[in-house]
């Protein structure tokens, strides 16, 4: 079987988060937070690059090791 389109079900990348504001690794610009799960267990955000030539979209996951630091 073939996958034409197989990169419209590719899952986003995720990316841990860390003490600095989140930066896009392509291009290297400031994102901003489209969307938030931080309501469940997993501290995730989907996270959209402000360059808008790239505009990548990406998962920010906090790290549990992280989360273990500050409770
Ligand atoms: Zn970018």
Redesign the pocket.
Known sequence: MKYHNQKLFEPLEIFLMNDQPFT?P??G?RCIEIASFSHTNSKMFIQQ?L?SS?S?ICFEEEDEYYLKLWR
Do not use: A, L
């Open positions: 896009c392509h291009c610009s690059c360059n790239c990548f």
